[in-house]
Antibody, heavy 128, light 110 residues
Framework: QLQLHESGPGLVKPSETLSLTCTVSGGSISSSDFYWGWIRQPPGKGLEWIGSIYYGDSTHHSGYAFYNPSLKSRVTISADTSKNQFSLRLSSVTAADTAVYHC??????????????WGQGTQVTVSS | QSALTQPPSASGSPGQSVTISCTGTSNDVGAYNYVSWYQQHPGKAPKLMIYEVNKRPSGVPDRFSGSKSGNTASLTVSGLQAEDEADYYCSSYSANNFVVFGGGTKLTAL
């Protein structure tokens, strides 16, 4: 059974960089069959896609990443296949970045594919 | 403000049918048959209920169905049960923004 688990600091200071890691078990992020993504949910609000990465192409060592245009200037998603993890970095954070952050798997190899497996999510609060 | 518009709440009595709408634009819902619906119970991760407008993943009861007309997609829950009480989010592929979500609808079983 595929499982995803988010980890990282629960508190980040304004203007600093938020860093989270998603550890995948029961499947490989190097699989050519899936994309992997990050989604967040601010308190009392809806879901927001942050970005996704595809690491199944052996000819492209850093993977292909796709980002929400509204966050693109601040976001980097990368992967560590040796640890079967992918990571999120969000720079210059403000209180508006306070949210529960989920990692998830697209059920096929495109961003038009829905998310079929999700992590439980991790709360990140931006505050001094 | 979310890219897709959903009513904040919906309700129905057990056994009734309830429909939740999701309105987008000709750049997302209206352009592609890549609309998904997710169910989220409090404190839990979202669960995929419908994908590609009207397809159900294995294990999702056939009480849940999806449809689309123009720029509006809909999720219908037939024979509403107490366990269906949750937040529901629609999502669509968008050529401009790749993945967009709705603001969510809280479904209450009266």
């Amino acid at each position: 059974q595929l499982q995803l688990h988010e980890s990282g600091p629960g508190l980040v200071k304004p203007s600093e960089t938020l860093s989270l890691t998603c550890t995948v078990s029961g499947g490989s992020i190097s699989s050519s069959d899936f994309y992997w993504g990050w989604i967040r949910q601010p308190p009392g609000k809806g879901l927001e896609w942050i970005g996704s990465i595809y690491y199944g192409d052996s000819t492209h060592h850093s993977g292909y990443a796709f980002y929400n245009p509204s966050l693109k200037s601040r976001v980097t998603i990368s992967a560590d296949t040796s640890k079967n993890q992918f990571s999120l970095r969000l720079s210059s954070v403000t209180a508006a970045d306070t949210a529960v952050y989920h990692c998830a798997r697209h059920r096929c190899t495109s961003t038009n594919c829905p998310f079929d497996y999700w992590g439980q999510g991790t709360q990140v609060t931006v505050s001094s | 403000q979310s890219a897709l518009t959903q009513p904040p709440s919906a309700s129905g009595s057990p056994g009734q049918s309830v429909t939740i709408s999701c309105t987008g634009t000709s750049n997302d819902v209206g352009a592609y048959n890549y609309v998904s619906w997710y169910q989220q119970h409090p404190g839990k991760a979202p669960k995929l209920m419908i994908y590609e407008v009207n397809k159900r993943p294995s294990g999702v009861p056939d009480r849940f169905s999806g449809s689309k007309s123009g720029n509006t997609a809909s999720l219908t829950v037939s024979g509403l049960q107490a366990e269906d009480e949750a937040d529901y989010y629609c999502s669509s592929y968008s050529a401009n923004n790749f993945v967009v979500f709705g603001g969510g609808t809280k479904l209450t079983a009266l």
